[in-house]
């Protein structure tokens, strides 16, 4: 019996809904020179206010006004270009981006790449928030000093502690913050000249060991005992009088919680240290473990991570560090605060850090996320932990089933949020290892998987982060297209090594340019000198 | 919400049918079975204290748009203040660029697969490049203020010397930015500020100061221009002398939208620039809109010791097709964590994209123009102030947006001159009586290309009443 076209339809829509049909997909390909080598002399963008008849005859020449030897003597090189070609050139770059809207993203974890609800870009695009200026009056200001300061009740909620700031522009840049109310806690103590040593652990963020590092202190990383968790006694001989504190992540960046957590709190607080855990990726225990039962002095949140204000290529972001009564003072000025009915940022605040960035922060992601905690509510903020969770669990179950991968430490513990597999197996099989499989999953139309942050304690990692924003046919999908590539693997190992082969460009080449100063160029003039000019 | 399932649009696995199915294929009954990871005495057992849900979208829109709406805009009012963030005109075209879902969601997508996203970085990389003119620049992060901080740690790792001279015109919150990141005096390895002065007259720096402060002991000599009160300086290129005969490092602050009529940092000899981003097209955001970028020559030793991610332009198996690649990426803290300089995160991506759409449509004319009208508009909306009984300009007539505006004269505070001006519509300047009291009760102003004859002249009559 031939199909008809109605029961064809039905079965491919079936087996995609079961992950067993891989898209046919084709990034688009538009071969876009770079705009510096686009338009024509006198073209223009867009054409710019010019002084009034009246505004000139009163003060005269614009190049009298510059000093001496300051007016440029070479108009700077910039492309000449009409409007409409510039839209062109830069909606065919937004094409050849598969971000995370089009790209199922379930690949980048620690990521927590959830869906940022369209409504809330509508509200921060708007002049009511858009066009404020940092220095207006703060009575013109009501509005949002109110969102600024609920989000940050909602987040002492959510973490347990008393005091917050929404004033650093990142995830990282918030635990800095904590690096410099710690080291300010104890400068206040005159106990700085002692305490110069940070802990952390291999399996938290980067940053945790960077930013103490630029905040002056020695930093100490503890490894992994054998089923993954910080070996406990290595952080307890760790700890002595010159310890500041620590700066860790639970679950760390492998998804197992640590149920010993408060026992590594106890040991920083009974040598007069303080204790701070990462929180940039909350999302499996929101409304289920609060930073503060545990013990700690202090956490953050990534608001575009967990609470929903979308990536932008990399920011603007919003960090959101939370603290106890006994660290608030040290808290970055301003602070908002609520007399009466009305807000108002505090900068009266002596023992006050200082800054670490100017003005207010980056407030349009405290706008996205009240809006996102608004309509979850606290029900709604544990059933996207518990879906978090779910999806994570359901997805290991599928990922296990494949060849060539393996999930190191813990077993017969579940992970929370995350999983860092690794494909060790795989590269010894096949010669494929964690770079080629996902430089070939972009072929299927799924984003690139986060590998690991540096070192790769787990040999060949790939570490998926499925929040609640995914369907279960999106999970089956993106499993599906890990068993593609190892069934590939097995099977033809060199076709997945001259992956990608449905990109916007072939596989990159000239690869020493990123460690040769002869090779590389950070600019296309630096390019048109050092490369092309040789040629 | 009772007992009914909570079944959220962003949340599809929620329905409950879901839910059981995929409980079922794990062989649990409940997720409870995997909270048991945390133990018992670390689960929170109480309820958030958070509102419940406003769960239709049309309601929450009222909501917070009823919040948002509480506010005063800039585009309600006319915005006479700048201070570090700039109010200049948003052409539409960057908005739709970087308002396109794929770059407003993308994060850290591979090489392959956010081509476009890396392709954009370069070209503003590239333009900006032209603008300060260096063959270097960096990926941007946070504001002006930590990318100078940022300076200076680098200026100490590359000079090994460990005080860098700062003039005491400079931004004061810039200023507590930069001692943050340069760590208490008490600290062994921090990087120590000192200051040189300016000239109360023209509002530059004091070069015959900095000549008797500086020393071989400096890691670098930082400038501004135009400086915090809004003065061109004109010694830019004695200051990179003097600091080169001493061995240290000249770092320029620069605001870009000035360098189409402005001498660029990189002619001058400077070793560094860094500035914001923020006026090459970013609204506002209540100083949301700011970043900070570092551009430098091609020496690798720079290249070495700078904090930020560098790209550079590679090529692919098929000739004449270019990819980006990150350059050096064992420099950064992704690549060696304590090890590495500095730290890096996540910055601000989606404005190296507005600026690169930007500097594309303004190209040479256009920033000539914006800055030719700017320098224009700005001296008169001064001379129309200066004219005003008790209203005096103070410092030198070389400014390009920004000046200083004094109301001694009327017997008045800018506080109260601020408070009054609210009432005609008007966001009065910065006012700069704490920071700066050697100013009296001075304000600093901000006209930018925005405001046109007629906006000037409304707010010299203006000022006028509230200060009769």
């Known amino acids: ?535 | 919400m009772g007992d009914k399932p909570f079944v959220h649009p962003y949340i599809p696995n929620s329905v409950p049918a879901v839910k059981e199915a995929m409980l079922r294929e794990l062989g649990l009954s409940s997720v409870e079975e995997i909270y048991a990871e945390i133990p018992d005495r670390l689960r929170f057992k109480g309820r958030l204290d958070i509102p419940e849900p406003i769960l239709a979208e049309r309601d929450l829109r009222r909501h917070v748009q009823g919040l948002l709406d509480k506010n005063t805009s800039a585009v309600e009012f006319l915005n006479f203040c700048g201070a570090g963030c700039w109010q200049h005109h948003v052409p539409s075209i960057v908005d739709e660029v970087i308002n396109r879902a794929e770059f407003v969601s993308a994060y850290c997508g591979g090489d392959y697969s956010d081509l476009g996203k890396y392709l954009t970085r370069f070209e503003f990389n590239s333009m900006l490049g032209e603008l300060v003119d260096f063959d270097v620049v960096a990926n941007p992060i946070y504001d002006w203020g930590d990318v100078a901080g940022r300076s200076f740690r680098m200026a100490r790792r590359i000079t090994g010397r460990d005080k860098v001279l700062v003039p005491s015109s400079v931004s004061p919150m810039r200023l507590m930015e930069m001692r943050t990141l340069c760590q208490p005096e008490s600290m062994a390895n921090s990087t120590k500020i000192r200051f040189y002065e300016w000239d109360r007259e023209t509002g530059m720096v004091d070069l015959a100061d900095l000549k008797a402060k500086l020393d071989d002991s400096f890691a670098a000599v930082y400038w501004e221009n135009p400086s915090h009160l809004g003065t061109i300086e004109a010694h830019g290129a004695e200051i990179v002398k003097l600091a080169h005969e001493h061995g240290a490092l000249a770092i320029a602050g620069v605001d870009p939208i000035t360098l189409g009529v402005l001498t660029p940092p990189g002619a001058l000899g400077a070793d560094i620039a860094c500035g914001d981003i923020q006026p090459l097209g970013m609204h506002m955001h209540a100083g949301g809109g700011c970043s900070g970028f570092i551009a430098f020559r091609d020496d690798p030793v720079f290249a070495q010791e700078c904090p930020l991610e560098l790209y550079t332009v590679m090529e692919t198996a098929t000739l004449g097709q270019y990819a980006v690649g990150e350059a050096l990426p064992d420099r950064t803290s992704y690549g060696s964590r304590d090890q590495g300089k500095d730290w890096v995160g996540t910055a601000s991506g989606l404005w190296t994209i507005a600026a690169a759409v930007y500097m594309a449509v303004m190209g040479p004319q256009g920033f000539k123009e914006v800055g030719e009208t700017c320098v224009a508009r700005s001296h008169y909306a001064a001379k129309l102030l200066g004219e005003i009984p008790g209203v005096q300009v103070k410092l030198s007539p070389g400014f390009f947006k920004e000046f200083v505006v004094n109301f001694d004269g009327a017997g008045k505070t800018v506080a109260e001159v601020n408070k009054k001006l609210l009432g005609h519509r008007i966001f009065g300047g910065k006012d700069l009586s704490a920071d700066f009291p050697e100013l009296g009760q001075s304000a600093l102003y901000c006209v930018t290309e925005y405001y046109d004859q007629a906006e000037i002249e409304h707010l010299a009559s203006a000022v006028k009443e509230v200060t009769a």
């Open chain 1, 1 to 535: 019996m031939t199909e008809t076209p109605q029961e064809k339809v039905a079965r491919l829509a079936k087996l995609r809904r079961d992950g067993g049909v891989l898209r046919d997909y084709r990034s688009p390909r538009y071969d876009e020179p770079f705009i510096m080598e686009q338009g024509t002399p006198g073209e223009r963008g867009i054409l710019v206010p010019l002084a009034e008849e009246g505004v000139a005859k009163a003060v005269g020449e614009a190049a009298d006004y510059i000093p001496e030897g300051m007016s440029r003597a070479a108009a700077p090189v910039l492309p000449e270009m009409s409007q409409y070609q510039v839209l062109r050139h830069y909606l065919r770059y937004s094409q050849m981006t598969l971000g995370m809207d089009l790209g199922s993203d379930i690949s980048e974890g620690t990521c927590t790449m959830k869906y940022s609800p369209k409504m809330h870009e509508e509200l921060i695009r708007g002049h009511k928030a858009a066009d404020l200026h940092p220095w207006q009056d703060e009575d013109t200001m009501q509005g949002l000093l109110e969102i600024v300061y609920d989000t940050g009740q909602y987040l002492k909620s959510i973490s347990g502690m008393d005091a917050f700031t929404l004033q650093p522009g990142g995830g990282s840049h918030a635990v800095y913050t904590n690096a410099c109310v710690m080291r300010r806690h104890f400068e206040a103590k005159g106990e700085l000249d002692q305490r110069d040593e940070m802990i952390t652990t291999i399996f938290s963020h980067p940053c945790d060991a960077a930013t103490p590092m630029v905040a002056g202190f020695k930093v100490i990383t503890v490894m992994p005992d054998e089923n993954g968790y910080p070996d406990l006694e290595a952080f307890k001989a760790a700890v002595s009088e010159h310890t500041v504190g620590c700066m860790i992540t639970n679950p760390e960046d492998t998804g197992i919680y640590n149920p010993q957590i408060d026992k590594y709190v106890e040991v920083l607080h009974d040598a007069g240290a303080l204790a701070f855990t990462d929180q940039a990726n909350a999302n499996g225990i929101l409304g289920f473990a609060r930073a503060r039962d545990a013990g700690f002095d202090a956490c953050h949140f990534n608001l575009h991570k967990t609470f929903s204000s979308p990536h932008g290529c990399e920011g603007p972001a919003t960090g959101a560090y939370m603290c106890t009564d006994e660290l608030a003072k040290y808290l970055p000025v301003p602070v908002v605060t609520k007399i009466g009915d009305r807000y108002h940022l505090d900068y009266d605040r002596p023992e006050s850090i200082g800054r670490v960035r100017g003005f207010l922060g980056n407030w349009m992601g405290v706008i996205r996320a009240y809006a996102w905690i608004r309509t979850m509510g606290p029900e709604g903020l544990k059933e996207v932990a518990e879906i978090s969770v779910l999806n994570n669990n359901y997805l290991d179950n599928l990922l296990m089933a494949v060849k060539g991968v393996s999930r190191p430490y813990a077993e017969g513990h579940r992970r929370l949020d995350q999983v860092r597999y690794s494909l060790e197996q795989l590269k010894e099989d096949t010669g494929v290892g964690t770079e080629a499989l996902r430089d070939r999953m972009v072929d299927f139309g799924i984003q690139s998987y986060w590998m690991s942050h540096h070192p790769w304690v787990v040999p060949e990692p790939f570490t998926p982060e499925p929040c609640e924003t995914y369907s279960k046919a999106d999970l089956d999908e993106w499993a599906a297209v890990i068993k593609k590539g190892s069934d590939e693997s097995y099977a033809d190992a060199q076709f997945v090594l001259d992956s990608p082969h449905a990109q916007p460009i072939d596989q990159m080449r000239r690869t020493e340019a990123m460690e040769d100063p002869g090779q590389w160029a950070f600019t296309w003039r630096a390019y048109k000198k050092k490369i092309l000019g040789k040629k």
